[in-house]
């Protein structure tokens, strides 16, 4: 049995053909594909949410402020603990050793030039002369020994290790924050200036112009008042004391404890102010919703 297929049946199956071969043409090869770049750009209309509303700015500027200011008082009212540069003066003074031929080591920066040429004329003298050595040693504050007698002895034992060495030895000590001075020596220094001299130094030269704050005064005095002693001329003396009573500058336990109070009491309400004062609106508007 034959089926006679009408002719624009067979025209349908061409057409069907040929789309199928335009679908294949149609489609990219490796050769002519072009590369595909995707350009991503930040969505103009996106838009950040906070949990917080942007009208509180302020209020977190305050919050900054008071925050800063509390630090701020409590770097200014806590006192600063020493380091150690604070105690290096007094044992640089120690390790350094005596000094060659000024005869002068001024650690507190008080005495001026022409000071210092004077005591090395006239140290250098009795040197040559007597065979006897004198340094003079001046530092702003001791936090190794209780006074100037103690540290001066630990200089005399640091420079000086044996007695041969320090026999003939003199140190004068003078405290600039303390006004207080002090003399030591090895036995021939000691029996050479005798006790009494060494008395009067340490009680009227050293500390009477140390307090007037004449540094330069108080160590040309003393120095020529033990070479007189030792070449055995007459005493020159010395500044008598003067009977003023003086203010301490220190404040007393009471008024330190009140200062600690009012302290406490202005950072701990900062602190409430800077910490306690957000979370209590941050609570509150969450709250709300």
Known sequence: METILAPHSFSSLFNVKSSLQQQQNSR????????????????????????????????????HGFAALAISLALNFTPILATGSAFASEFDVLNDGPPKESYVVDDAGVL?????????KLLSDLEYRK???????????LTSKADAFEYADQVL??????VEEGNNKGIVVLVTSQKEGAVTGGPEFIK???????DATVSQNLPVLATDEKYNEAVYSTAKRLVAAIDGLPDPGGPEAKDTKRESNFKTKQETAEKRDQFTLVVGGLLVIAFVVPMAQYFAYVSKK
């Not at 034992?157 to 044996?162: A, F, L, Q, S, V």
């Open 28 to 63: 990219p090869t490796l050769a002519n594909a072009k590369p595909i770049c995707y350009n991503l750009k930040k969505d103009s209309g996106f838009q950040y949410f906070s949990a917080i509303p942007t009208n509180t700015n302020w209020f977190s500027h305050v919050q």
């Open 112 to 120: 001026s030039r022409v000071t210092r040429s004077d005591l090395k």
């Open 157 to 162: 034992e640091r420079w000086y290790p044996t």
């Open 131 to 141: 065979k006897i050595s004198i340094n003079f040693v001046t530092v702003r504050k």
């Open 192 to 198: 050479a200036v005798g006790d009494t001299v060494l």
